[in-house]
Nanobody
Framework: QVQLEESGGGSVQAGGSLTLSCAASGSLDSFNSIGWYRQPRGMQRELVAEFKSGGREEYWASVRGRFSLSRDNAKNTVDLRMNNLLPEDTAVYLC?????????????????WGQGTQVTVFS
C-alpha cells in the first residue's frame, strides 16, 4: 500500500513563500504521475502541479511562474516551492500519485492521496 505524507503547510502573509514536501513510501519512478492538488474550502479539488510520465511537469495556469516542483529520487520526496503567495492560494494541499498497471489487455489505474496540509495566506 502506497503512503504519501505531506509536511510544510502553515500560515503566511501575502507575497510570502512556503515549501511543501511529500514523502512517498515507494520509488518515485514507480508512479505514472506524482504531485500536488489543492482544495479550497467549499470548492472542488484542482491540480496544482505534478510530474507526469516521461519527466514532464504540468502546472495549473494560476500558479505558473510562482510555484515550482522538485524531486529527490534518493529520498522519494517531491517538493512544491510556492513563491509570491496570494490569498486565493489558501487551501488544503494534497499530495497525489497514480500507478498504471497492465494485466493482459486490461489497464488499471490506482490513485493515492495524502491526508493534506493546510496553507493559509492572509492579506
Amino acid at each position: 500500500q502506497v503512503q504519501l505524507e505531506e509536511s510544510g503547510g502553515g500560515s503566511v502573509q501575502a507575497g510570502g513563500s512556503l515549501t511543501l514536501s511529500c514523502a512517498a513510501s515507494g520509488s518515485l519512478d514507480s508512479f505514472n504521475s506524482i504531485g500536488w492538488y489543492r482544495q479550497p474550502r467549499g470548492m472542488q479539488r484542482e491540480l496544482v502541479a505534478e510530474f507526469k510520465s516521461g519527466g514532464r511537469e504540468e502546472y495549473w495556469a494560476s500558479v505558473r511562474g510562482r510555484f515550482s516542483l522538485s524531486r529527490d529520487n534518493a529520498k522519494n520526496t517531491v517538493d512544491l516551492r510556492m513563491n509570491n503567495l496570494l490569498p486565493e492560494d489558501t487551501a488544503v494541499y494534497l499530495c497525489h500519485a497514480d500507478r498504471i498497471t497492465n494485466k493482459g489487455w486490461q489497464r488499471y489505474r490506482n490513485e493515492y492521496w495524502g491526508q493534506g496540509t493546510q496553507v493559509t495566506v492572509f492579506s
